[in-house]
């Protein structure tokens, strides 16, 4: 047997195959780590940058539902460029809502670049029936434009599309590229340390998802219809 790991965030399971043994301890217990130290302990930008993109992709998909989140972009009158000041006055932003209507908002947020140099957010959050102006007025920093996903089948992937990919902008290098809030549940993970433990667990998960019937290059699946994703 091959070395493999799984890694389920929702409904969408993404399968790994490995050449080289996988380091560090697998399963739901397995060592959790924050993502300032993982940053800080890659030496390449570009890999940052990917890990964060499959790290805001995953607390989507494990914890936003197209049909029911709402999806909106902040936006700064002013041209904002200071990535620190900005995150401090979205998460004011997030306090004044919660405050206003008792919440306590599950959310996740990216930060993007408009072609000024302003910063602006793209957000998803559980949160009820807002008009668009009241919303504006508690942000009240600039525009607020509210977007419909309903039609959107992978929320995850949906959302990491307005994360740069360019590993020549540096912007964001050492700063919060995305911010969520604490009541979000992880994805977790399994892997093939324990060979016969592992075996077990996947013999379960192939019957439960007919993973068996999957062509080899296929690397996830979406469990609910069996779609696929590249």
Known sequence: MGLKK????????????????????????????????????????????????????????????????????????????????????FKKFIMRLNYKFNLKIKYLAVVEFQERGAVHYHVLADIPYI??????????????????VKHVDNIGAYLVKYMTKDTEDTRLQGLQAYLHSRNLIKSYEIANHDLEEFENLEKRIEEKYELSKLPESVNQLKAKNRKYYK
Request: with cysteine; hydrophobic share 30%.
């Open 6 to 89: 799984y890694i389920f965030s929702g409904d969408i399971i993404e399968v790994y195959h490995y050449s080289q043994y996988i380091t560090g301890k697998g399963g739901a217990n397995r060592t959790k780590q924050k993502s300032e130290d993982v940053e800080k302990s890659l030496a390449n930008y570009a890999n940052t940058n990917q890990r964060r993109r499959d790290t805001v992709r995953r607390l989507a998909c494990s914890n936003f539902d197209s049909s029911t989140c709402k999806f909106f972009t902040l936006t700064f009158a002013d041209n904002m460029t200071n990535v620190k000041e900005c995150n401090n006055l």
């Open 131 to 148: 008009p668009q102006q009241e919303l504006q007025n508690i942000w009240g920093h600039g525009f607020v434009y509210i977007n419909a």
